[in-house]
């Protein structure tokens, strides 16, 4: 079974702090994804990696950087966080090729005070 | 106006029911998903298809590619089946990204 972790279910941060949120995957996926989740917005992307130290930028990349220093490990980096990233994240990771399921994490509820 | 649009939105329906919810879009795709997630966050994919019906139990996934239409139909409806759908589409300009629509909240009613 494919299993996708993320650091924290639920963490508070306050405005301006730098934030972390880890995603770890266990199949040896090419792909990972990270996306945030919004009421009425859906999910969308705000960056993706397809191999180790590659990166490309979602639909949504302001405010956020991302780190693939090993292939099983994609961190979503908030610089300086602000009360407009209050959502849920989730991370994704895929074998590479078109039409593949993506495999997702449980998700991090992240409040910004 | 979103590239992929889901209805109905919210569903409300009674245990044993069948349940059809639709997602239409309106880009060229090479595949489209099917998602579930149910409440606490976790995403699972239920289904991926590019042309066709293609059924899993009682969930049965069918695409009109000409009418850039998808519907996830639910047979014999039960309250664990309540849960958020989500669409999601592949569109074919080569890279592997998903357009995902907003959901449809189902509650099924014992």
């Known amino acids: 079974d494919v299993k996708v972790t993320q650091s924290s279910r639920y963490l508070v941060k306050r405005t301006g702090e730098k934030v972390f949120l880890e995603c770890v995957q266990d199949?040896?996926?090419?792909?990972m994804f990270w996306y945030r989740q919004d009421p009425g917005l859906g999910l969308r992307l705000i960056y993706f990696?397809?191999?180790?130290?590659?990166?490309e930028k979602g639909d949504i990349p302001e405010g956020y950087s991302v780190s693939r220093e090993k292939k099983e490990r994609f961190s979503l980096i908030l610089e300086s966080a602000s009360t407009n990233q209050t959502s849920m994240y989730l991370c994704?990771?895929?074998?590479?090729?078109?039409?593949?399921?993506?495999?997702f994490g449980p998700g991090t509820r992240l409040t910004v005070t | 106006k979103n590239e992929v649009e889901q209805s109905p939105q919210n569903l409300t329906a009674q245990e044993g029911e069948f349940i059809t919810i639709n997602c239409s879009y309106s880009?060229?795709?090479?595949?489209l998903h099917w998602l579930q997630q149910h409440p606490g966050g976790g995403i699972v994919s239920l289904f991926m298809l590019s042309s066709g019906k293609k059924k899993h139990g009682r969930l049965i996934a069918t695409i009109n590619i000409q009418e850039k239409h998808s519907s996830l139909h639910i047979t014999a409806s039960h309250p664990r089946d309540s849960a958020v759908y989500i669409c999601?589409?592949?569109?074919?300009?080569?890279?592997?990204?998903?357009?995902f629509g907003t959901g449809t909240r189902l509650t099924i009613i014992p």
């Open positions: 199949m040896d996926h090419e792909n």
């Open positions: 994704a990771s895929s074998p590479p090729g078109q039409g593949v399921k993506q495999y």
């Open positions: 990696s397809y191999d180790v130290k590659m990166k």
């Open positions: 880009v060229g795709i090479s595949a």
């Open positions: 999601a589409v592949l569109a074919n300009f080569g890279n592997e990204k998903l357009t």
